[in-house]
């Protein structure tokens, strides 16, 4: 917020205008784009930063661009947020690596896919950490394995970015990371920003995805002239002030400290699960053990045994103050593995949507730290879970059978006084 308010004065267009403000927000626009390939390990002379919306239009544009011929696939995973798992199968052929029971990948089957597809896989798309289960993946490992096998290696960095260094690695390395996308939301900053890194070669093929004024050299009435990359992946007047946030609160998490963050995490994630261990009723989906005998994020999916888990969000909500996410978090697949859903269950379900009824899909709750959080929310949720438990439940609640969320009866909110001056209205 306060880069924000810093660069406020100079905000104008970039790349468009000879005047001073102009001159001031181009500049700093270029270098947002190094500090954020400074902060995710990118080789300058070869990687490019592309600004985007957010991870979702990353994972697009590199699909978009990616080419692949008949019989070539993507490989990506059953553990994947949809933006992940959707963007390539618009595009291309794609099949999906296993995970166990407890959420982790199976190299044993990724070895498959390669094998089977021997030569084939023209890329491996997996997330940096799951947004589910806070699963990291062995990511230098699976690099190395779609090299082996000849195919380019991307992370979905959207959940890992905040948490954990991204190192993209030099070039030629067997576990040098292809492409990186991230958000700024998920970074701390505002939203309506992110970044797709990946090798400037790439991005000097084919045609862009969106086209139109900041992409071109030269447009006659039948002739178009693309321009150099990033600008030409970047078509549209730049979002100036979303990159100088996203490339902000990248320097402000590398002078925090990433492994100090990381140690944060470590220790709030093995004291709430320590916590949880201790409600027979509690079901953390993929590793529950405090002693996080493997590394993973300090994201807590669980479900509470005979209350809904819509419910128990809504609870948390309403009665606690404690906000949580509640749902399939947009990995369908992966928590319907998770869950156990076969699939008659998961037909069945489709049934119920296709109906017009959300309110009885499986789900799990999820907490999720950021750096700001200590101790005392963990016990603050822990506690509010044993009164849940106990049925102290003050307010009646709704399920609302076209969202599946459950709603308070009869409590009103003033949401409007929280809205700025500018876009408030009476009544
Ligand atoms: C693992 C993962 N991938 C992709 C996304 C999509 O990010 P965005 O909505 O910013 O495009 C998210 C968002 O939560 C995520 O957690």
Redesign the pocket.
């Known amino acids: 917020m306060k880069a924000l308010s810093d660069f406020a004065p100079w905000y104008s267009s970039v790349h468009r205008g000879t005047g001073y403000k102009s001159q001031v927000s181009t500049y700093a626009y270029e270098k947002a784009r190094r500090v954020v390939g400074e902060f995710v390990g990118a080789d300058p002379a070869k990687d490019v930063v592309i600004f985007c919306?957010?991870?979702?239009?990353a994972?697009n544009l590199a699909a978009n661009l990616l080419e692949t011929g008949q019989g070539e696939v993507v490989l990506t995973s059953e553990m994947?947020?949809h933006?992940?798992l959707l963007s390539w199968r618009k595009y291309h052929q794609t099949d999906y690596f296993r995970v166990d029971g407890q959420g982790r990948l199976s190299q044993e089957d990724l070895r498959a896919k390669l094998s089977q597809y021997s030569g084939r896989v023209k890329l491996v798309a997996i997330?940096g950490?799951?947004?589910v289960t806070g699963y990291l993946p062995d990511l230098c490992r699976i690099a190395s394995l779609a090299h082996e096998a000849g195919a380019l290696f991307m992370v979905?960095g959207?959940?890992l970015a905040a948490h954990r260094r991204i190192h993209m690695g030099s070039h030629g390395d067997a576990a040098h990371i292809d492409f990186v996308?991230i958000?700024a939301?998920?970074l701390y900053a505002p939203f309506g920003s992110?970044a797709l890194i990946g090798s400037r070669a790439f991005f000097k093929q084919g045609e862009p995805m969106l086209v139109g004024g900041g992409a071109v050299d030269i447009v006659t009435l039948d002739e178009t002239l693309w321009n150099d990359t990033p600008d030409r992946d970047e078509a549209g007047s730049p979002n100036v002030l979303g990159a100088i946030a996203l490339a902000a609160a990248c320097r402000t998490l590398t002078q925090i400290g990433l492994e100090s963050i990381a140690e944060h995490e470590r220790a709030l994630t093995s004291y709430a699960l320590e916590r949880l261990s201790g409600f027979g009723r509690v079901r953390v989906l993929g590793c529950a053990d405090p002693s996080l005998p493997e590394d993973r994020l300090g994201v807590i999916a669980f479900n509470v045994e005979g209350i809904p888990h819509n419910l128990v969000a809504a609870v948390l909500g309403y009665e606690h103050a404690i906000g949580v996410r509640a749902g399939c978090?947009?990995a369908h697949p992966y928590l319907l593995r998770l869950l156990g859903v076969d699939a008659e269950g998961s037909r069945h379900h489709r049934e119920s949507v296709r109906g017009g009824d959300k309110s009885r899909l499986p789900g799990a709750v999820r907490m999720s730290f950021g750096l700001y959080n200590d101790q005392s929310d963990v016990d603050a949720v822990v506690t509010a879970l044993e009164r849940i438990m106990a049925g102290d439940i003050r307010g009646s609640y709704i399920a609302e059978t076209s969202s599946g969320d459950y709603l308070p009866e009869r409590t009103r909110f003033d949401l409007a006084r929280h809205l700025p001056a500018g876009i408030r209205t009476r009544g």
């Open positions: 919306k957010h991870t979702t239009e994972l994947e947020h933006s992940n997330s950490a799951s947004n979905d959207a959940q996308a958000s939301h998920k992110g978090f947009c």
